[in-house]
């Protein structure tokens, strides 16, 4: 069975951070690409992070303008785990994140588009204060 199981979330204040990971099972092989996506209160799901997960080009990452230079995302394929580094957290980045994956081909202008992702775990809450 297809899993995704986000863990790491919480609570911080304005400048802290936290490590998000995403532990995925039951893939019977690789997906084109994984991301993080958060959604706020009131607002659309936004493409936060996403990483390219299959052939020569594997490990190109993607980031949403508003968290370049503060988050990472990274894979660790033996482990089958994806992790979300926030660092300098703001207080616009208070949202339930979710991890997600695809087996989708298409090209990495669409890498944050959270419409091309097939597969999505529960989400994690983090919440960041002043």
């Known amino acids: 069975q297809d899993q995704l199981v986000e863990s790491g979330g919480g609570s911080v204040q304005a400048g802290g951070t936290l490590r998000l990971s995403c532990a995925y099972s039951?893939?019977?092989?690789?997906?084109?690409?994984m991301g993080w996506f958060r959604q706020a209160p009131g607002k659309e799901r936004e493409g936060v992070a996403a990483v390219y997960t299959a052939g020569a080009t594997s490990g190109r990452t993607y980031y949403v303008d508003a968290v370049k230079g503060r988050f990472t995302i990274s894979q660790n394929k033996a482990d089958k785990t994806l992790y979300l580094q926030m660092n300098d957290l703001k207080l616009e980045d208070s949202a339930t994140y979710y991890c997600a994956a695809t087996f989708l081909s298409f090209g990495g202008s669409s890498a944050l588009d959270p419409t091309k992702y097939d597969y999505w775990g529960q989400g994690t809450q983090v919440t960041v204060s002043s």
């Open positions: 039951g893939y019977a092989y690789s997906t084109n690409f």
